[in-house]
């Protein structure tokens, strides 16, 4: 996947989230959960563009650590609402699993990256 391919899926994954937690139920634990996924989804996509700008190996290794961080929290707290039944689960599953999917691919960058930088991490 090219950085501009994930670029666009990050903030794809970002609005539809946003989209998602608009039409929460206003409750209190909704709109808790909601306004950490809100900060997690997005997140995501705004430090995976800044590792695209990344100064240095380091650098960009250190920015997709904070995307992986964050996607596996957006996943923690869609999980949270689908076992809270605060909303309709056919609509948070696929959020879930992109959030899972956008952690696995951040992960596997980043031992990419690594091994670029020092081949003998192996």
């Known amino acids: ?11 794809s994954f970002a609005l539809r989230v946003c989209c998602v937690v608009n039409q929460f139920p206003t ?6 959960i909601g306004n950490q996924l809100l900060r997690s ?3 995501v996509g705004a430090n995976c563009r800044a590792a695209c700008r990344a100064r240095s190996p380091a650098e960009f290794v250190a920015k ?7 996607a596996d929290e957006s996943a923690y707290w869609l999980e949270m609402l689908i076992d809270l039944k605060a909303f309709p689960e056919a609509m948070l599953m696929p959020l879930q699993r992109e959030a899972e999917k956008l952690t696995a691919i951040v992960v596997a960058s980043i031992r990419t990256a690594r091994l ?3 081949p003998k991490r192996r």
């Open 64 to 70: 997709l650590g904070i995307v992986e961080e964050e």
């Open 116 to 118: 670029r930088i020092d």
């Open 41 to 43: 989804a997005t997140s």
């Open 1 to 11: 996947m090219t950085a501009d391919e994930l670029k666009r899926r990050t903030k």
């Open 27 to 32: 409750n209190r634990s909704s709109g808790v």
